[in-house]
């Protein structure tokens, strides 16, 4: 029988003597301090086997041997940890604050790149993985040599990375209304997230949008749940497929070529009240169930590794510490057996002002059930008020070691501790032809035809490829940042060639004969619209990048003007309007009677060949509405199963360019 025991000292009681038991046969001394007040020294809490021999004495651990059940591995590993390693794997950093040397001495669990947090700028993936491996070397040197996992927003691809390929954001994604597509999606990005070195991606978003005033309503598939459930296939994309006889909830990595995904955000945040970032969502039980946590029960029963929570409350509680929904409902109730992590910064948010009574905030969120923090600067502050509540019994030593035990679990099932270190092989294929057809045919299937010709009977597309002149028009039409949106290269995401990539202006000049002659100005004059014999224009507008809050939005209306300059074009010559945005916008009926052709493009990434290959007939349109696009704000939120439902294009909608 194997017993631990733990001498606590204390500068105000007598010392206390506790043991626990498991079923080995050594027996290790474990002394601590324990300080009722903040401290800078605390013994570390260290081994006696390690003391006597100062040697390595897991040579031929259970834990270390990849031929035994994980479980096996999850209990000797636990059995072996001491405390202060136990809240070092609970704790996630950023990499701005990371060192190899930080992660081997606290036995730091996880590192991350926050939104647009790269080694330096136009960093390639080998540049990634330099510096994840630096990283993975201070965690191999720890005492039990128990690896990191790096995660990163890879939401449309490996999208914080020079060079690799955008997606389409979910939004589009569900236009197209293809699992399938989805998963093989989701296998692409798991490929050139790993050639980056990062094991771990923040996807997928399977929040139901029932809100477009929502600033993250393009990362939701739709405001359908049983769409949003069927799109859960990125999470086996990601993964891999798990075996038939697979256990429900139990996390899965098919190995070297997937990545740890991350079901977000849990629960009920694209429903909160007018849609409002990280707000309240107000409404009854089975609701929050039925609209809300159902695309949950479809990652769990893939495998999904981590279950992120939501920084919105649920009907006045903080998502972070509402014990119930996390412990009672996700891992209880629905058996999940991965990792609970938290959003960034979740636990400064708890009080105002900002980042106060911290320690209270990790009691909170720790009891409820969390099993990781992404901290994810202030790790000491984390590591000593957490070690502080473990020690005076606020948070119990059960609660630390459900959460240890997850997350050992996880890297076990991901293979970490056999592969470390990132697989160079996979560089030559980032950002490859294959995958960037595959995000063209997904840009394809992704419009949403709204409007073709003023007369039905009289289609306006497809377009002539080999008339003797084209106008294009917009800034969008000229710009991969626009085209991208948030979540590309940077956190908000940005302007301009921010990665490689093919912006519409270049794919229309791809598409058409050689004969034609392209004109491009973004904000055309009378003097240009007059001067011309244009036989038509493409113009493209919508929406600048945003992320989370910086999106809400109560008016949406078309930014930059955009409304007059589609006005000022098809008034004069006949024009395909293309609107990049991440939800609906108000289409004035000013302006749709004055447009020849409407296409929803949405934002779709990298690839904008995808819109020449439908618009000039060469696929037909696929895509269908993933959401209910309102004629005005004053109807949101819009319920298309209740009456009245008056939208200007229902749910579902989407024309063929072919009558």
């Known amino acids: 029988m194997h017993m631990s025991h733990a001498i606590y000292l204390s500068p105000f009681t007598s010392p206390t003597f506790k043991s626990s038991q498991s079923n080995h046969s050594t027996r290790h001394y474990t002394l601590i301090l324990r300080s009722h007040r903040r401290s800078t020294f605390r013994f570390s809490p260290v081994s006696a086997s390690d003391r006597i021999t100062m040697g390595d004495t897991t040579v031929n651990a259970v834990y270390k041997n990849a031929n035994e059940p994980i479980e096996s591995r999850v209990k000797d590993l636990l059995n072996r940890m001491t405390l202060k390693e136990k809240v070092g794997q609970m704790t996630q950093i950023e990499r701005k604050v990371a060192s190899s040397d930080v992660i081997r001495d606290l036995c730091i669990g996880s590192v991350l790149s926050g939104g647009g947090s790269k080694p330096f700028d136009n960093a390639t993936s080998a540049d990634w993985a330099d510096m994840i491996d630096g990283f993975q070397h201070g965690a191999m040197e720890s005492r039990l040599g128990i690896p990191i996992f790096y995660g990163s927003d890879a939401v449309h691809g490996n999208n914080n990375v020079y060079g690799t390929t955008v997606f389409p954001h979910n939004v589009g994604l569900g236009a197209t209304r293809d699992p399938d597509l989805v998963e093989r999606i989701g296998a692409v990005t798991a490929l050139e997230t790993r050639a980056s070195g990062v094991q771990y991606a923040f996807a997928p978003c399977v929040a139901v949008c029932r809100d477009p005033r929502w600033g993250r309503c393009y990362e939701s598939y739709s405001e359908d749940t049983q769409l949003v459930r069927k799109m859960t296939s990125l999470v086996t994309g990601l993964q891999g497929k798990p075996p038939v006889n697979h256990p429900n909830g139990y996390p899965y990595v098919a190995g070297r070529n997937n990545v740890m995904a991350s079901a977000k955000?849990?629960?009920?945040?694209?429903?909160?009240?007018?849609?409002?970032?990280?707000?309240?969502?107000?409404?009854?039980?089975?609701?929050?169930?039925?609209?809300?946590?159902?695309?949950?029960?479809?990652?769990?029963?893939?495998?999904?590794?981590?279950?992120?929570?939501?920084?919105?409350?649920?009907?006045?509680?903080?998502?972070?510490?509402?014990?119930?929904?996390?412990?009672?409902?996700?891992?209880?109730?629905?058996?999940?057996?991965?990792?609970?992590?938290?959003?960034?910064?979740?636990?400064?948010?708890?009080?105002?002002?900002?980042?106060?009574?911290?320690?209270?905030?990790?009691?909170?969120?720790?009891?409820?059930?969390?099993?990781?923090?992404?901290?994810?600067?202030?790790?000491?502050?984390?590591?000593?008020?957490?070690?502080?509540?473990?020690?005076?019994?606020?948070?119990?030593?059960?609660?630390?070691?459900?959460?240890?035990?997850?997350?050992?679990?996880?890297?076990?099932?991901?293979?970490?501790?056999?592969?470390?270190?990132?697989?160079?092989?996979?560089?030559?294929?980032?950002g490859s032809k294959p995958h960037r057809e595959l995000a063209r045919e997904a840009v394809r299937k992704s419009l949403v035809l709204l409007k073709n010709g003023k007369d039905p009977n009289k289609p306006f597309l497809p377009l002539n490829r080999n008339v003797k002149k084209i106008l294009v028009a917009g800034k969008h039409a000229d710009d991969l940042g626009y085209q991208c949106g948030g979540w590309t290269s940077t956190w908000e995401g940005t302007s301009g060639r921010i990665t490689i990539g093919t912006t519409i202006l270049d794919a229309v000049k791809q598409a058409i004969g050689d004969s034609v002659e392209v004109v491009y100005e973004e904000n055309p004059t009378a003097q240009t619209l007059s001067e011309h014999e244009f036989s038509y224009?493409?113009?493209?507008?919508?929406?600048?990048?945003?992320?989370?809050?910086?999106?809400?939005?109560?008016?949406?209306?078309?930014?930059?003007?955009?409304?007059?300059?589609?006005?000022?074009?098809?008034?004069?010559?006949?024009?395909?309007?293309?609107?990049?945005?991440?939800?609906?916008?108000?289409?004035?009926p000013s302006v749709l009677e004055t447009l020849d052709a409407l296409i929803a493009a949405w934002l779709p990434g990298t690839e904008g060949n995808g819109i020449t290959d439908v618009i000039f007939g060469d696929y037909e349109f696929h895509g269908r509405l993933p959401v209910s696009w309102f004629k005005s704000v004053d109807q949101l939120p819009m319920d298309s199963s209740k009456n009245p439902y008056d939208p200007l294009f229902p749910l579902g909608y989407g024309l063929k360019s072919k009558v």
């Open 537 to 588: 224009a493409i113009v493209v507008v919508g929406e600048a990048p945003y992320v989370e809050s910086g999106g809400d939005n109560s008016e949406l209306i078309i930014p930059f003007k955009g409304d007059e300059l589609l006005k000022l074009v098809a008034q004069e010559i006949p024009t395909l309007a293309i609107l990049i945005s991440g939800r609906p916008l108000v289409l004035e």
């Open 265 to 430: 955000h849990y629960v009920g945040d694209g429903g909160t009240d007018k849609g409002k970032n990280e707000g309240n969502t107000i409404i009854p039980y089975d609701e929050l169930e039925n609209i809300h946590m159902l695309p949950y029960l479809d990652c769990i029963a893939k495998g999904v590794c981590t279950v992120m929570v939501s920084y919105s409350s649920w009907n006045g509680t903080k998502m972070h510490s509402h014990r119930h929904l996390i412990t009672d409902i996700l891992k209880d109730k629905l058996g999940f057996k991965g990792i609970v992590i938290t959003d960034w910064e979740a636990l400064d948010r708890f009080y105002e002002p900002y980042g106060s009574n911290y320690r209270s905030a990790v009691s909170s969120a720790i009891n409820a059930g969390i099993d990781m923090v992404m901290v994810p600067f202030r790790y000491q502050l984390f590591l000593e008020d957490l070690t502080y509540l473990v020690e005076s019994g606020e948070v119990s030593m059960a609660r630390i070691d459900d959460a240890v035990e997850r997350i050992l679990r996880v890297k076990f099932a991901a293979g970490l501790f056999e592969h470390p270190m990132a697989d160079r092989s996979l560089l030559d294929i980032v």
